[in-house]
Every structure is written in structure tokens, then in C-alpha cells.
């Protein structure tokens, strides 16, 4: 096999950016060009690659972020858009990326992923554990709203983007059982790509909401706000008398409510290697808007 070149940390050589946007294109579907033009892409995601004449052929992406359990902050990485291309495969590319990552990072406390049922058998070879994770189902009665003003924000409009940004770098965590902390450029991938008709602020308690609407069902992606928010507050303001059931797409820290759980099951496996066995709830989910 020819000599490949490896190179990470390579966001701003526009050529290698624009190789690595067309593979995650071509592989997931998304590319990333706006999430850096917007200055979300930082020094916190950095793509260990092979390049081939200025073509990036393979990749594993890494996260900085920090994971809180049981109210205890721990370092970790999310490893994401693990990709290869089609002429280079079953050419152990993305198994010597994921080695010299796991080198690079064995000082931390723990490494994670989420991979599609196509390959559940691979992790495992580098001390990764699928887990299972646990989504949180309230049956609702609608309430009187809450007098809160809510306004729905623009993902296209620089000043309400700006705003959320800085909302997010200071934001409480969302759950002291299992959140995510230092995770505001992935947040801002979501706001910007996956939920931009999706964003609303809530002024009496400065907090931005993401929530869709299925017919009877809300399902509540993130609450973001500097200082911690009942909930309960949050569903009165935004929760329409039709609905019926709300949906959490985060660990709850409510545990008063009277929770509905069911096993989350999507395409995407849950895949741990816990390096310090940092001690997990029985029970959580991981917040779908910090997911790389």
C-alpha cells in the first residue's frame, strides 16, 4: 500500500477542511463548513486523519468535552465521524487512527462513541462496552402556562446565534446525575444543523428551549440557562393542551415525576471504555444535543 500522510488539527488549511467536508458528506450526510465559518469548529474537535494527495481517505474525530456523574466532573473525549473512503477500506486506516487516539489520551478518565449496528462488533476489539441508555417519558397534564414570554429565535440570524453561544458557554448543566459539561460548539452543530426552527427563549428565566412537537407527544431536546430551571416551570410555559406525553432527550434530574423508562433503542449504540471506572448510574441518558 502506498506511504499515506498523517495529519490532525488541520480546521483552517482550507483544502484538507474541504477533503474531510466531502468524506463526512459522502459517508453521513453532513458536512461541516458552516459550523466553521460560524466559529464553532475549535480547537475541542480535532479530526486524526490519512491524507493521500491532499484527499483525506480515513478519519477518527475527537471531542474534548467533560462528563458529570453523580455531581462529579470527569474528563473524556467523544470520538465521532469515524469514516473511511470506499478505495481505501479493509486497509487497517481506521484501526491505527483509533490506536494512536487512544495512545494520545490515556490520561483521561473516560473514552465513548456511538456507532451504527454495522459495526458492534469492531469496538469492542479497543476496550469499548456498549451500554444501554434509559429515555424518560412524563405523562402530562396540561397546566395554566406560566405568565413567561417565549420567543422563537433564528438559527440564520448572526445575533440571535451569538446569543445562544454565549448562553451555552456558561450554561448549567443540565443533569448533576448525567450531563455534559465545555460541550457548547457540539450544541451549536444541533442549533444550527439539526434544530434551527426548533429554538425558543423563555425570558422570565433566560433559558433557550429546544422542543418539536409530534402530534400528541413534545419531545424536549436541551434546556439552556446559566442558573438551574424546574422543569415543571419550562413544560407549563411551552406545553400546548393537546399534548399529552412529554419526551426527554436528556437525563432529568426530577426524579419526583413520575417517569415513564424505556430502553432507548435508535441505530446508534452507546460504546464506552471507562480508563479510571468512574463508577455510572444504573440508569441515564446521554443528552442527544452534546452526541457528536
Not at 134 to 148: E, N, T
Request: proline fraction near 4%; aromatic fraction near 14%.
Amino acid at each position: 500500500m502506498k506511504t499515506l500522510s498523517f495529519i490532525k488539527n488541520y480546521q483552517d488549511n482550507m483544502g484538507l477542511r474541504g477533503s474531510f467536508n466531502q468524506l463526512a458528506l459522502n459517508t453521513f450526510g453532513i458536512e461541516f463548513e458552516n459550523w466553521y465559518q460560524n466559529g464553532y469548529w475549535t480547537e475541542k474537535y480535532m479530526p486524526y486523519s490519512f491524507v493521500d494527495h491532499n484527499q483525506v481517505v480515513a478519519n477518527v474525530s475527537v471531542n474534548l468535552l467533560n462528563l458529570v456523574i453523580n455531581a462529579e466532573e470527569k474528563q473524556a473525549i467523544q470520538l465521532g465521524t469515524v469514516m473511511t473512503h470506499p478505495n481505501y477500506r479493509n486497509k487497517g486506516l481506521s484501526r491505527r487512527l483509533m490506536e494512536m487516539v487512544l495512545d494520545d489520551y490515556q490520561h483521561i478518565d473516560i473514552v465513548y462513541l456511538f456507532a451504527n449496528q454495522t459495526v458492534l462488533d469492531y469496538y469492542p476489539k479497543f476496550g469499548f462496552h456498549a451500554t444501554d441508555e434509559v429515555q424518560y417519558i412524563l405523562d402530562y397534564s396540561h397546566h395554566p402556562a406560566y405568565p413567561s414570554e417565549m420567543k422563537k429565535l433564528d438559527a440564520r440570524n448572526p445575533v440571535d446565534l451569538t446569543f445562544i453561544y454565549n448562553l451555552a458557554k456558561n450554561r448549567k448543566v443540565i443533569s448533576n446525575i448525567f450531563g455534559t459539561s465545555s460541550s457548547e460548539e457540539l450544541l451549536m452543530f444541533y442549533c444550527t444543523m439539526v434544530f434551527s426552527q426548533d429554538l425558543y427563549y423563555l425570558e422570565n428565566e433566560n433559558a433557550l428551549v429546544i422542543f418539536q412537537l409530534d402530534g400528541d407527544r413534545l419531545h424536549l431536546y436541551d434546556v439552556i440557562s446559566h442558573e438551574k430551571v424546574n422543569i415543571q416551570t419550562v413544560l407549563s410555559t411551552i406545553v400546548p393542551p393537546k399534548v399529552k406525553k412529554v419526551i426527554f432527550h436528556f437525563h432529568p434530574d426530577e426524579q419526583e415525576l413520575s417517569f415513564e423508562k424505556q430502553l432507548y433503542k435508535t441505530n446508534n449504540v452507546l460504546f464506552i471504555k471507562n480508563l479510571t471506572n468512574v463508577p455510572f448510574p444504573n440508569e441515564f441518558k446521554h443528552p442527544l444535543t452534546a452526541q457528536a
